[in-house]
């Protein structure tokens, strides 16, 4: 896509080519309370990378810095190329960077009180100035990548768990992300539902080149969908590896207990 010149040097992965998203260095605490112990992380482009790991690791941390909604104590965040974030402090280039980002939550975040259009409208009319017909066909066309055309004015309360996220996902790209970042937004959802879900990200990279950062404990959606698996444990990127690697040999106990841990709850 176009707005891709950098001001600095970008960050380049092993293949050569400039990763998405680039973290080094994320270090945060709460209070006395060390979260994160200098994350490295990066998101190619259309990649779909699920991240794993127990309840307290730093997970929604992590997600919620590259979202730009937490503030790291030090350490660097890059989109395309781009310092967002240097020595934990948020620059200006976070601006207009931030929209190649989406991030939807597990908790149902649509406004009850908006129909899906006017809950689908609000960032484009805002923050894009964008005319309210234009807005009004991409959301048409976007409900229907997310399968749900018929709901363009439904109220959300009247829609299920599954739909309505199928709505954040939705209301995500009316922004135009490159990458989507998802908090568990399965986990309120039984198993067939959480998959209808989770299958709508899988389209959007086929589609249209868009990645996903995913926390989930599907391991069978991971060995399908994800180009790779991160398991976080204590603050720490402890493994990181395509989903059939990580699953069949993890390499670090923590991954191996987590892997027996999920087996034994899904079978
Ligand atoms: N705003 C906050 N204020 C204080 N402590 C926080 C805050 N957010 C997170 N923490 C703490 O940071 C640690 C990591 O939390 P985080 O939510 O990132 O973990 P997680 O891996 O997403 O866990 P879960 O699987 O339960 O969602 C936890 O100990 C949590 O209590
Ligand atoms: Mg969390």
Redesign the pocket.
């Known amino acids: 896509m176009s707005d891709t010149k950098t001001t600095t040097a970008p960050a380049t992965s092993s293949d050569g080519s400039q990763p998405l998203v680039a973290v080094r260095g994320i270090t945060k605490s ?2 006395k ?1 060390p ?1 994160l112990h200098g994350v490295d992380f990066e998101v190619a482009s259309g990649e779909i990378v699920v991240v794993m ?12 810095i590259i979202a730009g909604l ?1 503030q790291p104590d030090s350490g660097e965040v890059d989109i395309e190329g781009v310092p967002v974030i240097k020595d934990g402090v948020v620059l200006p280039a976070w601006g207009t960077k931030r929209r190649a980002v989406g991030m939807v939550f597990q908790q149902y975040t649509l406004w009850p009180h908006m129909d899906v259009l006017a809950n689908m409208s609000l960032g484009p009319r805002r923050v894009m100035k964008e005319n309210p017909a234009a807005t009004r066909k991409r959301a048409e066309d976007v409900l229907a990548e997310v399968g749900m055309a018929k709901y363009l004015r439904s109220q959300p309360l009247s829609l299920s768990g599954g739909q309505r996220q199928r709505v954040a996902i939705a209301r995500a790209l009316m922004m135009r992300p490159k990458l989507i970042l998802c ?2 937004i399965t986990s309120a959802l039984d198993p067939p539902v959480a998959r209808e879900v989770l299958s709508v990200l899988t389209k959007l990279k086929k589609d249209d080149g868009v990645g996903s950062v995913i ?1 989930t404990h599907d391991m069978a959606f991971a060995s399908q969908a994800a180009d790779r698996v991160v398991f ?1 444990e204590d ?1 720490r990127i402890v493994e990181q590896a395509p989903p059939r690697v990580a699953f069949r040999n993890p390499q670090s106990e923590g991954l191996r207990k987590f892997v027996e841990a999920v087996r034994w709850e899904t079978d």
């Not at 790991?53 to 919620?64: A, P, V, Y």
Request: charged share 20%; no cysteine; aromatic share 4%.
């Open positions: 709460f209070g309370q979260v790991g127990i309840s307290g690791s730093g997970k929604s941390t992590l997600l919620r937490t908090d568990e926390v976080v603050g």
